[in-house]
């Protein structure tokens, strides 16, 4: 039997999909099925190995990179140039932690542990963002960053809100209410150094010129280079191609990038009246390989970092586990006093 989800479910994390009230799917025909009629699978769900596998992997890296991406922001907390824009960048860093820990609990309803995924992250067995390897030597960075990087953040991510994995979606839907706050405020830091001196004019279009291609290359190799595309979208867990949602991108950019008085920094880039699109130049897919290879301008520090970071958690980690066992233990000791007193 083929199943839906209420268009409820997809405007509201803590919505439940009607298909919680009926038993879990138990074999993979019903899966297919499922799948089929656009519907959403859930954690308790019969499912294939290699689709638990495919969102285990795009999940624990997306959390990854909302992690590792709180360090080239977190770079100016401290010398924010108002004590305003110290707040608010304070809040965007800590949304991306909430963004990380929302995708680790999303991809743990798949079998696989908090503590599994950070160790291969350390270990060099997963991946996160390429784009969090590169440095933030102004506060105009910052500006890009939100601008660019939470603006193919969002391209990216709207659609997954509509993915098959109903704990994915969920979580996507609050990430992008926050990530549309986020590319505002990375707009308007950009439009104010715009405006300003000369100087600030220029710092803005230096870092919009590192950003631009960066930000592109996010969305993933070209189409014909993309090994996971072809069984993710069969599955509805991406909805469109690296290179399509790339295009929307660029061509959501081109009026923005006007109304800052910025350049985008690609002589290629034009309106293409007969596709509809903005044509633009190739991308350095070497430069793509190489930071995938962890040879980028900050992976190794990137990485020390969060090695460091971990490390020194270790005793709060500690601590939250011998908390929780000793509530479990409580709770008991309450239900069997209770049951006790009750025969
Ligand atoms: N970086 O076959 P495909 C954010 C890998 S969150 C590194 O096309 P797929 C918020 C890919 O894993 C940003 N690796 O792969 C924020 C695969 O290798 P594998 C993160 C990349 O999965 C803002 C290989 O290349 N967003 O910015 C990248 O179908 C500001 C072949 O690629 C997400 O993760 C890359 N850019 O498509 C936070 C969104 N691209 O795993 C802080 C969810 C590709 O086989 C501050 N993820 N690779 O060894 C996705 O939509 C997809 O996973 C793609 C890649 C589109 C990223």
Redesign the pocket.
């Known amino acids: 039997m083929a199943r839906t989800t209420a268009p409820d479910a997809h405007n509201s994390l803590d919505a439940r999909s009607p298909v919680d009230a009926h038993s879990p799917l138990d074999n993979l025909d019903t899966f297919e099925a499922v799948i089929a009629a656009d519907g959403r699978i859930e954690p308790r769900d019969a499912m294939p190995d290699d689709y638990r596998r495919a969102l285990v ?2 999940m624990s ?2 959390a990854n ?2 992690i590792i ?2 360090q080239p ?1 977190g770079n100016w907390i401290t010398r924010a140039p108002s004590l305003a824009r110290k707040a608010i960048l304070m809040a965007k860093v800590q949304d ?1 932690a909430g ?1 990380g820990l929302y995708l680790y609990a999303a991809a743990e309803t798949l079998g696989t542990s908090r503590a599994e995924m950070t160790e291969a992250l350390l270990a060099g067995k997963a ?5 969090f390897n590169y440095p933030t030597p102004t506060w105009a960075d910052i500006g890009a ?1 939100g601008w660019l ?2 603006g193919a ?1 969002i391209c ?2 709207v659609p ?1 809100c509509r993915a098959s994995y109903g704990p994915y979606a969920r979580a996507m839907v609050r990430i992008c209410k926050e ?1 549309s706050f ?1 590319q505002r405020q990375g707009f308007e830091i950009l439009l104010t150094l715009s405006r300003g001196t000369d100087e600030q004019h220029e710092m803005a279009q230096q870092a919009v010129d590192r950003w631009y291609a960066p930000s592109l ?5 070209p189409d014909a280079d ?4 072809a069984k ?1 979208m069969a599955w509805n867990i ?1 909805r469109f191609s ?1 290179d399509e949602l790339r295009q929307r991108f660029i061509d959501m950019l081109v009026p923005q990038a006007k109304a800052l008085g910025l350049t985008l920094p690609d002589p290629d880039l034009r309106w293409n009246a007969e596709r509809g699109h903005h044509d633009h130049g190739d991308l350095d897919w070497d430069e793509f390989a190489a930071v ?1 290879r962890g040879e980028g301008q900050c992976n190794a520090q990137r990485m020390a970092h969060r090695q460091a970071a971990f490390d020194e958690g270790a005793w709060v980690r500690e601590a939250a586990t011998a908390h929780a066992a000793r509530a479990a233990q409580s709770r008991k000791s309450q239900e069997a006093a209770t049951e006790e007193s009750a025969a």
């Open positions: 992997r795009q890296q997306h990179s909302e991406g709180m922001e991306e963004h991946r996160y963002s390429s784009i960053i990087v939470d953040a990216n991510q997954l990530e986020h290359m996010m969305f993933g190799p993309s090994p996971n595309s993710s991406k690296n995938l």
